[in-house]
């Protein structure tokens, strides 16, 4: 019973934050460089590439960030695979050729300096290359590898969501200036996703790892 309302409480918490990121994204609708966020990056928006980049990123993004969710349900997984494949494609396609891409190109200008842009930066390079690893792992079917550079994947997609997160926590807990708060949340925001990744990782499959590390041990023995 504990399990079903963590699974609940989980599936609210979920609703809830999309459905802030998705008024947070409906502010540039219609496309407008002078609103929101956009009205600190007078001079980036002037750049040809850069609005474009921008909304593709913002329009691409909140749909992994939804579809990635429904992957990861038990019941559409195993009892539905065929919706679980397709929504899988259209996930890994998106990231590959639209919100990874152009997230890599707002990196370059990101806010924060060098600090916020280089974090920024890897979060879009790994976000791009365990996505690709989870491709060709189940192209090869090997299905535990494509799980866990899965739940990497989407554990970078939902740093969207821990970003935001941990800065209205250090906001809320600390008075740092505006620029070093920004500068801890772009490393803090994804790292601590990545980290929580892997030990969701090291538990689903510690019984695999055991069993490797016996055979291992009773080869060194012969």
């Not at 809830?16 to 460089?33: A, G």
Request: with cysteine; charged share 15%; proline share 2%.
């Amino acid at each position: 019973m504990q399990m079903k309302y963590l699974r609940i409480l989980q599936h609210i918490t979920f609703v809830i934050f999309c459905y802030l990121l998705i008024l947070i994204t409906l502010q540039y609708i219609p496309i407008n460089t002078n609103t929101a966020f956009l009205m600190l990056k007078v001079e980036e928006v002037k750049i040809f590439y850069y609005p474009f980049a921008f909304f593709t990123h913002v329009f691409s993004s909140i749909f992994c960030l939804i579809l990635g969710y429904f992957l990861f349900i038990d019941k559409i997984r195993k009892k539905h695979i065929r919706i679980h494949q397709n929504l899988g494609k259209i996930y890994i396609i998106i990231v590959l050729l639209m919100a990874g891409p152009s997230g890599l190109i707002i990196s370059l200008h990101a806010n924060g300096g060098i600090y916020a842009r280089v974090s920024f930066m890897i979060l879009s390079l790994c976000w791009l290359v365990f996505t690709g690893l989870g491709y060709i792992s189940i192209k090869n079917k090997n299905f535990d590898n494509h799980e866990k550079w899965m739940i990497r994947s989407y554990a970078l997609t939902l740093s969207a969501i821990s970003l935001r997160f941990f800065k209205w926590l250090i906001v809320l807990i600390l008075e740092l200036p505006p620029l070093t708060t920004y500068q801890i949340v772009a490393w803090i925001g994804w790292v601590f996703n990545i980290l929580l990744a892997e030990f969701i990782i090291y538990n689903k499959f510690k019984k695999n790892i055991l069993n490797k590390k016996k055979l291992v041990s009773l080869h060194s023995k012969i």
